[in-house]
């Protein structure tokens, strides 16, 4: 397996924090429906963020996020091919 640098560790970890942020962002904007479900910028930002805490995951062997933030960009990309 490929070692991965300080520098790429870093980017990494800034990418899966950036996770937290747009997912969190994307329920708010929802429940507070300034924002339907299916629009783009909620889907974008769950996209995303899933992605950036699939990420950091998969670098850590962590499975469990790996397997939940897979499963919400599936849920995510369904929810925005079928509106």
Known sequence: MKTISKRQSFLIEAFGWYGVVAIVS???L???????????????????????????????RNW?????????IAIAVLTFLGN
């Open 26 to 28: 994307a329920y708010t």
């Open 30 to 60: 929802v429940s507070f429906e300034l924002y339907k479900p299916f629009e783009i910028l909620p889907v974008f930002l769950n996209i995303s963020g899933s992605a950036g805490i699939l990420l950091d995951a998969w670098k850590d």
């Open 64 to 72: 469990q996020p790996v397997a939940i933030n897979t499963i919400w």
